[in-house]
């Protein structure tokens, strides 16, 4: 393991980075210099860090949801106890994940306002066209024609529970 992947594995500063390759090296029996952090700090910056993507066999099922996550304002709890007070202010990610790999495959960030539906479309489409995909699976919010249209024109099955209110389509 690298310095690097030490250092984010244990969730350290560069300072306690050194200092503990430096001990490693010192309980294996090794006489091996270990640079300075400020060394590190500089080399940090030209760093190019390549994430491997693990590809699972057969073609891609995605999962797609879209959690909200709250950046301004009162907690959940504060605004259940002494009622709220001010703006709370919510983005939606619009997350497509590869459940074989755990891997978040597309992403897309939106105000609280906006839909679901209108984004699967190029959640899909940041997928490459060569992958195939097996089959989308998501929630009532995205039962419309067009998320069905562009799930089924990229060749795959949608899994997508009827709306509460949903009925047959016609035509």
């Known amino acids: 393991m690298s310095r690097e992947g030490i250092r984010i594995r244990f969730k ?7 200092g503990m390759v430096a001990s490693l090296l010192r309980l294996a029996g090794l006489d091996w210099p270990v640079p300075d952090f400020s060394a590190l700090c500089r080399g940090q910056k030209t760093l190019a860090v ?3 993507y693990r590809r699972a ?17 009162d907690g959940a709890w504060q605004a259940r106890k002494h009622g709220v007070q001010g703006r ?11 459940p074989a790999t755990s891997d978040i495959r597309a992403v897309e960030f939106t105000p609280s306002r906006d839909g679901d539906s209108p984004v699967l479309p190029d959640l899909l489409g940041q997928i490459p066209e ?6 989308v699976t998501a929630d009532g919010a995205d039962d419309t024609r067009r998320c069905h249209a562009a799930i089924i024109a990229r060749g795959a099955t949608p899994i997508i529970p009827i709306r509460k209110n949903g009925g047959l389509w016609k035509g």
């Not at 066999?57 to 304002?73: A, E, M, Q, R, T």
């Not at 202010?89 to 994940?97: D, E, F, I, S, V």
């Open 12 to 18: 350290r500063p560069l300072r306690q980075t050194a």
């Open 50 to 52: 390549q994430v491997p």
């Open 57 to 73: 066999d057969g073609p891609l099922n995605l999962l797609v949801d879209s959690p909200g996550i709250k950046f301004l304002g």
């Open 88 to 98: 709370r202010q919510w983005r939606k990610a619009h997350l497509a994940m590869d």
């Open 130 to 135: 060569s992958e195939r995909i097996g089959t």
